[in-house]
């Protein structure tokens, strides 16, 4: 499980992105089902040994169906929610009568297992107690398997029930506004809120429970864009497409919409063989419950189930590298869809995976076990400005003094000799036809080294600012497109983020800019209250350092160091 990276900005620019692209298309389209009522959650039946029929709430039934055949479990029911706990349990949000209740379907037995029936309110507590007010949406808690969320949308709560106990307790009760449906996002729970927003549930190690919003401004509308300009009515459920791409049912824009938490960017949904989408093609029928199954979507409207599938999405399957266990020659691999493969030698092995009406390729990389691997890494120091020679420090402990060069140290470790270099180089020269923006964080920040979908995260958000830079620079500057923004983490405590700007025509000019641009920062409040914080490796936010004026963002002429990063010129500018 990777952690979820969060950036915030206090003061946003609301911009709204145009002549946005479709962010997904899907080839086919099709009615699959007339349910003459809306159907506001469908799963796959677990109970049919077939595997073939939907599980539907369609009020007043609960129903098992396909598109040849129906049988109703439960009448005179009106649930929007409810969970599959196995082949034979149903967990079931009554909505009408404000309770919880527990279907065998075996033997046709419904009992209620938390709330008070037919008396809404609010408190917790166990059965007969406890109150909700107009549930909506129930799902498994994937941090503790016996308990059950809830989304109690007349209390605007997230409600957690105990299976053993039947206790029902209040989670969290601020920043919601009518939640209905949940889709858990690696551990952390996304949110349709029908006041026009999706939040995110994130739970801290300290105990403590957040609630914010991702994406939506609390505003109706149908605005697609960046997350803090975007714009939904009555967004009801959430399905995932694949990691950290998910479908919104806008219900009240008639609509589909995709959710992408790498980009930060509320797209369109396309289909039907449409030569051009500039927003999310319209339903029949406003779209309120999703299921993906195999990568056929199926969206359950106010009187159909229709059925999306043949996207254009990209093959979602990452490569594979495992590590051979001392002594053996073959390794079992869990591959893409949670199969284990037995007998991968050494070496590259290429795997071919269906995806949606695709065929996808992989690789499975098998590495020879290396019994000891040496900790200590290459070492490169730069000259200080005016000096031929720079201090290096080693891992003996001592420091020395080392020339211009590349030189090649030993060291024993556990009885093996280490190998490493020491690189001792000349800072480059400054490039003064650039200029660079930069902004400061002192925190640890080690992990970025090894944690991938943190660090891409980083980029992506840090892509947002670069926006935000260019407004700033309106005609005078232009932020580079070929020096994509960048980081350094510094002694692994601390970050610096850079973007440079595109080459200026003289000298002179980068300097009258560079003295522009500095008073637009002093007189903007837009990186005032940046602030930065890793869900869930801190549990509080971490502001941007400022220097004396108190300004957090700054901008500085370049260095373009050997690694072609941009940095601040100065001695030891190059240095990590």
Known sequence: MKPWLYIGVLVLLLKPVHSIVPSVTFDHFELYLDTFNGVPHLELDKYDSACSNLLISSWPHLTSTSN????????????????????????????????????????RDLRTIAGTCDSRGYADGIVGVGKLLRPSDIVQDIRNPGFMLITDAGNNALRSVNLETGELTTVIDTGFNEPHGMHWNRKDLLVANKGFY???????????????IVAGTATAGNTLGYFYAAEFIYPQELVKLQEDLFLVADSGNYQLKLLNLHTGVVGPVCFRNETTCTRSSNFRGNPISLL????????????????????DLPCPYKNITVHLTLGEKTANVMLEGGHVFMGFTEGVHRVRKKYDLKMCTYYV???????FSCPHKDITVYMPQGQNTAAVQLFDGTTKQFQKGTY?????YNSETCIYHVRVREIPQANNRRLVFHIHYNFSCDFLEYDTDVRNMLHRIMYLDQE???????????????????????ERKYLSLFWVTEEFSSDEITRQVKEELSARLIQSD???????????????????????????????????????????????????
């Not at 999706?198 to 914010?212: D, Q, R, Y």
């Not at 090649?408 to 024993?412: A, H, K, M, N």
């Not at 935000?468 to 510094?490: E, H, V």
């Open 292 to 311: 993906n199954l195999d990568d056929v979507i199926y969206i359950g409207c106010n009187h159909d189930i229709y059925r999306l599938y043949g996207s």
């Open 68 to 107: 040849s055949s129906s049988e109703h479990l439960i009448s005179m029911l009106y649930s929007k929610g409810f969970t599959q706990l196995n082949r034979t349990h149903l967990v079931i949000v009554d909505s009408d009568d404000c309770c919880i209740r527990m279907l065998n379907r075996e033997h």
């Open 198 to 212: 999706i939040s995110v549930v994130i739970w801290h190690s300290n105990g403590t429970v957040l609630n914010k």
């Open 468 to 490: 935000k830079l260019q407004l700033l620079c309106g005609d005078r500057c232009q932020i580079s497109n070929k020096i994509q923004p960048t980081y350094t983490c510094k």
């Open 526 to 576: 837009t990186w005032d209250n940046s602030h930065i914080y890793f869900h869930p490796y801190l549990e509080f936010d971490v502001p941007a350092e400022k220097n004396s004026n108190g300004d957090a963002m700054l901008v500085d002429v370049a260095i373009l160091c050997s690694d072609g990063k941009p940095r601040v010129h100065g001695a030891n500018a190059c240095e990590e």
């Open 408 to 412: 090649r140290l030993s060291r024993e």
């Open 365 to 371: 990389n098998v590495i020879h076990h290396e019994e």
